[in-house]
């Protein structure tokens, strides 16, 4: 079951596309929810009541509260939900990198072009279910890719830091960690000797160091080894543009 939210003040054009989520759906075959919301304010609150979307389709240009504003507020909820923007954006861009939208759509939407989108944003979550498996003390484990803030390496154990502020540790090389996710369908940057993070958390970064969040207002920030420095900014430039093969 997918649960996918329509957020726009248009009551009618919020009709229109919670309809054309749902006629997608059916050809796709695919179980959804839908909710419409005609302010930003109401779905924010309903997040933090513990609601939760995969999918959100959401305008920018709202009276009460501005799509931007309502993603900040959303992020801070969930770091994992889609969003898909329905509006013009051009203003916005400089706005983006700490919401990280998945697409955009204009007004009037394009049918083809809502279609690819949708169907390109159920791929990816689909994805993002991916899990990373290990071994501890004889046991096999895994953990979902989208619930890891970040690997930490001390000496042959690795540490994954979670989301939920809860770790887990296996001994390894995260040299071999980097090298598997790699090939997943998450970005992660390697910033430290001793650092593997997940992309999807990063809220901010400095010239020597990046901060994460992991929701609820905590955050963690770690230092970026000076040989490492120019890479992972030429990376985070490229992902927030679109230019690298994972966003």
């Known amino acids: 079951m997918l649960r996918i939210a329509v957020c726009d003040d248009d009551r009618q054009f919020a009709a229109k596309l919670e309809n054309m989520v749902r006629q997608q759906a059916g050809k796709m075959q ?77 007004k009037p939407v394009d049918d083809s072009k809502f279609q690819r989108y949708f169907q390109e944003a159920c791929n990816r979550i689909v994805e993002d279910n991916a899990f990373f498996q290990f071994t501890f003390n004889k046991n096999i484990c895994r953990v979902e890719l989208r619930n890891i803030v970040y690997f930490e390496s001390h000496g042959r154990v690795i540490h994954i830091i979670l989301k939920d502020r809860t770790e887990e540790c296996f001994y390894g090389k995260l040299n071999d960690v980097e090298k598997e996710m790699e090939e997943s369908s998450h970005c992660f940057l390697r910033i430290h000797q001793s650092y593997l993070v997940n992309y999807s958390y990063i809220k901010r970064m400095s010239f020597s160091d990046i901060t994460l969040t992991t929701g609820q207002g905590r955050e963690i920030t770690l230092r970026i080894s000076e040989d490492r420095e120019k890479k992972v900014r030429r990376q985070l430039c490229g992902i927030a543009s679109g230019k690298a093969g994972k966003s």
């Open 30 to 106: 695919l179980n959804i929810e839908t909710e419409s919301y005609s302010d930003g304010d109401a779905l924010v609150a309903d997040i933090r009541k513990g609601y939760r979307y995969e999918l959100i389709f959401l305008d920018i240009e709202m009276e009460k509260v501005n799509g931007i504003s309502a993603a900040r507020s959303i992020r801070e909820l969930d770091r994992s939900v889609l969003l898909i923007y329905v509006s013009g954006y051009e203003q916005y861009l400089k706005e983006l990198f700490e919401v990280e939208p998945f697409r955009f759509l204009s």
